[in-house]
């Protein structure tokens, strides 16, 4: 297999509404990956599109209508949907026309527009329960993660206070982020006291509803020598799904992270991961999920993630600096766009130029992951330098 | 590159700007309807709760009892075996106190919706349902509980004949 680089990436703010479309959004953002790589829209060889559901923006087919913005008219393009997972998946799919020859330079774009789904865009999770069995319950979509985190927190005795300071920390690390929404400095009492949506989550535990676009150009070897001197290379990816009958499965612990997450170790030829990786940009939309997470990428033993939490070594100035962009809790969650976030954070972080939310130390090797649907979809992906 | 960029892209509106009519929207409202078919092990799943009783599937083949039941064994990847009647209690694996609904309209009182692993499936085989007789606050994770049926004349065929389940 051929390597693959990572060689720019571009975003747009995330923002509660935007006033531009999602082809306008995505335009953007791509727009600005190529600047950055020095590249334009004639060097590309091929687009991914990543986006989630059709009924957040009410098109059908959203990868066909985001097309032109994300430079996909006339050119070998496909749009990928893995629920949440999507962002981190889309430049998996990057990797892979890239690594098997068959293209030289692909433009990897991710756009979500949830605001314009009323009367909230929830509406548009709830076909995600089964029609039959669940959806006759009345079920909505924080169910399912109120369902998920009491579990963690039963199995392993973890508090909220404990689960309450990852948003504190992201939230304040999203300040430094010039696309954030949400940045603000809290105390664990504002997250425990913000309004109760459904036991055990808090309105401050979850990420907010967001319209955004993210992009990142990829490229073969001998192209990303030729326009950059500091490529970052795909070391690893891995994805993996878990069955759809959730409630047949334990909750406590998201094994689909830690099978998509294997895969990539070994392809990155990792053997003790907390060692070895540098930062960390794990998918963030409720606290706890940062802490569920950071276990299913063996980076802690399982139930342990609250601890290195508050002992401040997931900071950004940490051992190991966890979600330094603000993640989703902070920057926003447009879904898909919230995903490729992450993988520009760990580029970013990996080439010196996060500015102000550069974590100290030169990193040598990223992580970026993100899960969707009923906890069962994990995309992973290594970046290094 | 990232920390040379001055401007970055995206205008976010506030409420202001819809009430000053400084944006122009369109709206449109889908009308999709669907009927489900519920299948050939969902549909006898769904006779039976008419009847006051919960089935599910064994698989022969890793001697699960799957639970809701299915035709094909999705590890063993061949067909189930033989209907199993499972009972109509079981233990709260989990659960959450919801006090929103899906648009975000605070509910006056709480629903309790809860993965239950019923007696005689399978251990870890849960179903969705909902728990009541219980004040929210007394619901544990490992607390024993009975399903609450509809009359015979109300139930239909549906996953809602069993009304919500209480703790025994
Ligand atoms: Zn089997």
């Known amino acids: ?385 | 590159m990232t920390v040379r960029i001055k401007e970055w892209p995206g205008t976010a509106l506030s409420s202001k700007d819809f009430e000053t009519g400084r944006v122009l929207t369109v709206h449109h409202k889908p009308k999709a309807e669907y009927r489900w078919d519920a299948g050939v092990a969902i549909g006898r799943y769904l006779r039976e709760l008419k009847e006051g009783r919960l089935i599910a599937r064994r698989c022969n083949a890793c001697g699960r009892i799957l639970l809701p039941p299915r035709m094909f064994c999705e590890e063993c990847f061949v067909p189930t075996s033989e209907w199993v009647f499972v009972k109509d209690t079981g233990t709260v694996n989990t659960f959450s106190i919801c006090h929103v609904r899906w648009d975000m309209v605070r509910l006056k009182d709480p629903q309790l919706p809860a993965v239950i692993n019923v007696d005689g499936a399978s251990p870890g085989m849960g179903i969705l349902h909902l728990l009541g007789e219980v004040r929210p606050e007394d619901v544990r994770v490992g607390m024993r509980v009975q399903a609450v049926w509809k009359s015979p004349e109300e139930r239909e065929g549906a996953i809602t004949d069993i009304k919500y389940w209480k703790p025994i």
Not at chain 1, 14 to 24: D, I, K, L, P, S
Not at chain 1, 74 to 84: D, S, W
């Open chain 1, 1 to 385: 297999m051929g390597k693959v680089a990572v060689v720019g990436a571009g975003m747009t703010k995330f923002v509660r509404r935007a006033q531009e479309t999602g082809r306008e959004l995505a335009w953007q953002a791509a727009r600005m990956a190529l600047d950055s790589a020095g590249m334009t829209l004639k060097d590309v060889d091929a687009v991914v599109i990543g986006s989630a559901p059709d009924a957040f923006d009410g098109v059908h087919m959203k990868g066909e209508y985001l097309a032109d913005g994300s430079g996909g008219w006339r050119k070998p393009t496909m749009r990928n949907f893995v629920g949440g997972a999507t962002g981190v998946f889309a430049p998996i799919q990057g990797w892979y026309h890239i690594a098997s020859g068959q293209f030289d330079t692909v433009l990897v774009v991710c756009e979500e527009k949830m605001s314009s789904c009323h009367p909230h865009p929830q509406g548009a999770f709830l076909t995600i329960f089964d029609h039959t069995t669940e959806r006759p319950l009345g079920p909505n979509l924080l169910w399912i993660f109120a369902i998920e985190m009491n579990r963690y927190m039963t199995v392993h005795g973890i508090t909220k206070e404990e689960i309450a300071l990852v948003a504190v920390k992201n939230k304040r690390n999203a300040m430094d982020h010039p696309c954030a929404q949400l940045g603000e400095e809290l105390t664990v009492e504002d997250v425990l006291n913000s309004e109760i949506m459904a036991w055990p989550v808090n309105r401050l535990d979850v990420s907010p509803a967001s319209d955004g676009a993210a992009a990142v150009v990829m490229c073969a070897e001998h192209v990303a020598k030729r326009v950059t001197d500091k490529p970052v290379w795909v070391e690893g990816v891995g994805w993996h799904l878990d069955t759809a009958y959730w409630t047949n499965r334990d909750l406590y612990y998201p094994r689909y992270v830690e099978y998509a997450a294997r895969m990539a170790y070994d392809m990155a030829g990792i053997k003790e991961p907390r060692k070895e990786i540098n930062i960390v940009e794990p998918y963030d939309p409720f606290d706890y999920k940062e802490l569920h997470h950071l276990e299913g990428l063996l980076l802690c033993e399982r139930g342990e993630a609250p601890r290195l939490t508050a002992d401040g070594v997931t900071q950004r100035d940490g051992d190991l600096p966890v979600c330094p962009s603000g993640g989703l809790l902070g920057v926003g969650n447009p879904i898909a766009a919230a995903g490729l976030m992450k993988v520009c954070e760990i580029f970013w972080q990996l080439r010196g130029e996060a500015g102000k939310r550069q974590v100290p130390g030169t990193p040598k090797r990223g992580l970026a992951q993100a899960w969707g649907d009923l906890m069962q979809v994990g995309a992973v992906i290594i970046l290094g330098r």
